[in-house]
């Protein structure tokens, strides 16, 4: 078969390259599913998802994007401290969510936010059959852990 004369002539190619044995470059050849690295969108909406906050306010956030640290907190008069960015919306993918924690009491606010140049899924239109509107699904990114998935 052709298909398999050329997975062994890759395999062929691979073991020259690694010193690896056959067997060894054979199972190497398979990637497993959901494994696979992630693209540059999705590595970056990861970035933009997860960080730690930052320790001090004289440091720059560590979030990345657009965000208003240093609001005064109306109970305890202390400053508030970007804490953590979510997904903020289940049709908007350019919609992330901001929780601001204060630094000296227990208050907590959130806000939405819209980052352009860092959505955190992407929109795919299914086309269907003659007649019918396609179908318009919003998908998160692997990894991206949106607190109310879009279904
Ligand atoms: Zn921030
Ligand atoms: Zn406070």
Redesign the pocket.
Known sequence: MTTNRVRKGVIRGRMAASGESYVVAARRMAVPRGAKAPDAQTAAALRTRYWEPAESLDLPCPCGGTCAPGER??????T?RHVARVPGSRVDVEAWQDRYD??????THSFVVTLPDRPWGVVRTIPQRAGRDPIVRVEPFEGIGHPDPPR
């Open positions: 907190c109306a109970r305890c008069h202390a508030f204060c630094t000296g009491c227990a208050a």
